[in-house]
């Protein structure tokens, strides 16, 4: 059996919700400026570290593009009617 290398990029999906940001609690507003200066703030001396930094930041903007877009579909339904 070979040996395989940690591979610490693929280890994060694991731990996604690990990365310094609190996880969402239904029914709690989140603070998306706040999550993402706490990825912004992940380290990122090698190449690894800026990996997971740069993912981790992606997944945050994702997510608040997503809520803010069932928002503004939720508020479309209210107004009409």
């Not at 997971?52 to 069932?70: H, T």
Request: cysteine-free; charged content about 35%.
């Amino acid at each position: 059996m070979a040996d395989h290398p940690i591979d610490a990029i693929r280890a994060e999906d694991a731990f996604s919700s690990k990365l310094g940001y609190e996880e969402h609690i239904p029914g709690q507003t989140r603070d998306w400026n706040e999550e993402l200066q706490t990825t912004r703030e992940l380290p990122r001396k090698n190449l690894p570290e800026r990996l997971l930094r740069e993912r981790a930041i992606f997944k945050v903007r994702v997510k608040k593009k997503k809520d803010f877009s069932i928002n503004i579909k939720f508020l479309f339904i209210i107004g009409s009617y």
